[in-house]
């Protein structure tokens, strides 16, 4: 697998915690040039100096990927450094725990929407032509609520949903380029930063480490798509070939929770 990601230029956004950061070490170690992308200054200045030990390159831009204009000028900055793009994965994300609401939840889902669904394609939209040059991946990191319903996450879910639809349709588009486009969906991940309310919703956990290599394995056989952990596993089959079964289930574990 390292030599594999050797001198292949990686985009990740949402570098700067979690999974995304977790995946820039990795990706570090394996001598890639990597670009971090993320809205904390201090940790992409972090990760800089993570770099300086490893065997990689790093480049790391701020910008907030639900902004276009910030997006065309940090691809800008990537191709004119780095020449290229092979790998770009959409991690950046934000969720949000609460049921709909009347009066509230329209503002909520514009914003979940204008991270999660239109920063993915922003970035995919700018990445696009280098990584059709070069026959590379795009790599979308979904969850559970991306394919199955899941009480208390109407406006995530459908930021989430709305990225199958666009990126599981770009992939028909990419086939015959040689482009692969994997959606990622682990079941909720150990980031070490959860609410309490993320605490009382949230079952099976996956440490980060088993996430982030699960899917630098996914990107290597292209796969298009990923179910990391046993929860995504169940949710993804059971909801496919029983809904009225998995919704029970689902409703049964969740509405004392809220």
């Known amino acids: ?91 950046a994300g934000i969720t949000n725990i609460s049921k709909f609401e009347p009066g509230k939840h329209v503002e909520v889902t514009k914003s979940l929407f204008q991270t999660n669904f239109f920063g993915a394609v922003n970035c995919t939209e700018l990445a696009y032509n280098s990584i059709v040059q070069h026959k590379g991946s795009i790599v979308n990191i979904s969850s559970v609520a991306g394919y199955s319903p899941l009480m208390g996450r109407t ?24 482009v692969n486009v994997m959606m990622a969906c682990p079941t909720f991940i150990q980031t070490g930063i959860r609410t309490s309310a993320e605490q009382k919703v949230q079952g099976e956990t996956l440490s980060v480490d088993y996430v982030a290599n699960k899917i630098l394995k996914g990107i290597v056989k292209r796969k298009r798509l990923l179910l990391i952990g046993k929860t995504a596993t169940f949710a993804y089959w059971i909801n496919k070939l029983f809904p009225e079964t998995y919704e029970k289930i689902m409703i049964r574990n969740q509405k004392n929770k809220f």
Not at 50 to 60: D, H, Q, R, T, V
């Open 1 to 91: 697998m390292q030599d594999y990601f050797k001198d292949k230029s990686i985009v990740i956004t949402g570098a700067t915690s979690g999974l995304g950061r977790r995946l820039a070490e990795i990706l570090l170690s394996y001598s890639a040039h990597v670009t971090a992308i993320g809205r904390n200054k201090e940790a992409l200045s972090e990760l800089e100096a993570l770099a300086k030990k490893s065997n990689g390159e790093i480049l790391c831009i701020s910008c907030d990927v639900g902004d276009y204009e910030q997006c065309k000028s940090a691809f800008k900055k990537i191709l004119d450094h780095f020449g290229k793009v092979d790998v770009l994965i959409n991690n």
């Open 155 to 178: 406006a995530y879910s459908a930021s989430k949903h709305a990225m199958h639809g666009f990126f599981d349709t770009l992939r028909t588009e990419l086939k015959e380029h040689g």
